[in-house]
């Protein structure tokens, strides 16, 4: 139980372009969704978090007109990178917490995105 | 200073070795921890959480020590397969239950 299926797994864009994100939790309502990103050799770094109905909440330095949180229902949240460019290149990660114990975390497999 | 930070790697051990991490986190209403392995280019996935009192699952025994805002894990007689990155995550009361996580330490085991 407790899956998120994010998607895609991999794209390759081109600068300037938007590209959108999904993670979709199959079978709970996810009320929280974090996003995370990971540079090579690197740990996670939260990007944002996003609760169902309202507006995200981003960590001190991330563009919030660059990387674009909905999360319009209990089920899908959604990450939009907008003119992207090479250093946004990095594995975008969404973990939602379900209902389910003091330790309900479920990730994504990860998105690996190479903007050229 | 990072909010929870880990040993510096790559730890290279033989199979059958003990290998210990360390991590310690700066943040003292931290209320959960927990140590998530992450292969490469895959989601992070959950190893175990980690108890004031320690506890252990099968060849691995985690440890935290709240006083010094420590927390520990032993890897007894490594296999193979357990070669990954092991990150170090806390998770604080006070800031909407977001996970923060350790850079990670890798871990190689060899034949």
Redesign the interface.
């Known amino acids: 139980g407790a899956v998120v299926s994010q998607h895609p797994s991999w794209v390759i864009c081109k600068s300037g372009t938007s590209v959108k994100i999904e993670c979709r939790s199959l079978d709970f309502q996810a009320t929280?969704m974090?996003w995370?990103r990971q540079f090579p050799k690197?740990?996670?770094?939260?990007m944002a978090?996003s609760n169902e109905g309202s507006k995200a909440?981003y960590e001190q330095g991330v563009e919030k007109d660059k990387f674009l949180i909905n999360h319009a229902s209990l089920t899908l949240s959604t990450l939009t990178v907008t003119s992207a460019h090479p250093e946004d290149s990095s594995?975008y990660?969404c973990?939602a917490?379900y209902i389910g114990g003091?330790?309900g975390?479920t990730?994504?497999?990860?998105t690996?995105l190479t903007v050229v | 200073r990072k909010e929870v930070e880990q040993d510096p790697g790559p730890f290279n051990v033989p199979e059958g070795a003990t290998v210990a991490f360390n991590c310690t986190y700066s943040n003292s209403a931290s209320q959960s921890f927990f140590w998530y392995r992450q292969d490469c280019r895959k989601e992070p996935k959950l190893l175990m959480s980690v108890y004031s009192s320690g506890n252990e699952d099968g060849r691995f025994t985690a440890q935290l020590n709240r006083a010094s805002q420590y927390i520990s894990l032993l890897i007894r007689d490594s296999k193979l397969s357990d070669s990954a990155t092991y990150l170090c995550v806390v998770r604080s009361g006070n800031q909407g239950g977001k996970l923060i996580f350790g850079q990670g330490t890798e871990l190689s085991v060899k034949p």
């Not at chain 1, 690197?42 to 939260?46: A, G, K, P, T, W």
């Open positions: 929280t974090f995370y690197q740990s996670l770094m939260l978090t909440t594995f990660i973990s917490r003091d330790y975390y990730f994504g497999s990860g690996r």
